[in-house]
Every structure is written in structure tokens, then in C-alpha cells.
Nanobody, 124 residues
Framework: QVQLVESGGGLVQAGGSLNLSCTASGRTFQSFAMGWFRQAPGKDREFVSAISRSGGTTYYADSVKGRFTIYRDSAKNTVYLQMNSLKPEDTAVYYC?????????????????WGQGTQVTVSS
């Protein structure tokens, strides 16, 4: 089992920044690739970003490429999502997930571990 707890969401003006955190507990953090998804009201949950177990490979949705950065700190069992140049369309609940495979995360396939979500609201 893996428990995931997100934090760092909030209200920010367009053009601003937020840094989301997701801390994992239960099983060895280094065993898991990590990812972020988001879900806006009335929309499906969508992939945002993923990072490999080593942290050496990262993936981003086209909509956030160049603005968001994912990174992980194994000493803290935490994965981060640094979000810059935020836009109103980034408003959503952001969820953290963990899996043995970045492919599973990128395709949202059989993901068993999710955090509770953290709200990000970007005002225009």
C-alpha cells in the first residue's frame, strides 16, 4: 500500500506560481514512478505530468509544457509540481498518483494509488 498526501494548492492570480507537493508513505518511494493529474469541474481527469523512478525522465501534457516542472526528492519521499505562468484554464483539483510504470501513469491505466487532491484556482 502507498498513501499519498498532496498540499500546496490555493488561489493565485493569472501569471502567478504555485508549488504542489505530494508526500508518499507505506512502501519504498523509490520503487514508484509518480505523476500528477487534474480535474476541472464538469471535465474528465487529465494527465499533467509524470516522473520516472530515478527522476531522470519526465513527461508533460502539451498544455503545461514549458510552464510546469515535476521533480522528486527521495530523501523526503516527496514529488513536486512547480507551476509557473498559471492561467485560468489551469484551475482544477490536482491529484498525485504512484505506479511502477510511467507508461501506466501517462495512459491512466490501472492506477491504484491516488491522493485526496488539492484545489488550484487561478483568477483572471
Amino acid at each position: 500500500q502507498v498513501q499519498l498526501v498532496e498540499s500546496g494548492g490555493g488561489l493565485v492570480q493569472a501569471g502567478g506560481s504555485l508549488n504542489l507537493s505530494c508526500t508518499a508513505s507505506g512502501r519504498t518511494f523509490q520503487s514508484f514512478a509518480m505523476g500528477w493529474f487534474r480535474q476541472a469541474p464538469g471535465k474528465d481527469r487529465e494527465f499533467v505530468s509524470a516522473i520516472s523512478r530515478s527522476g531522470g525522465t519526465t513527461y508533460y501534457a502539451d498544455s503545461v509544457k514549458g510552464r510546469f516542472t515535476i521533480y522528486r526528492d527521495s530523501a523526503k519521499n516527496t514529488v513536486y509540481l512547480q507551476m509557473n505562468s498559471l492561467k485560468p484554464e489551469d484551475t482544477a483539483v490536482y491529484y498525485c498518483t504512484a505506479d511502477l510504470s510511467t507508461i501506466s501513469i501517462r495512459t491512466m491505466t490501472n492506477l491504484d494509488y491516488w491522493g485526496q487532491g488539492t484545489q488550484v484556482t487561478v483568477s483572471s
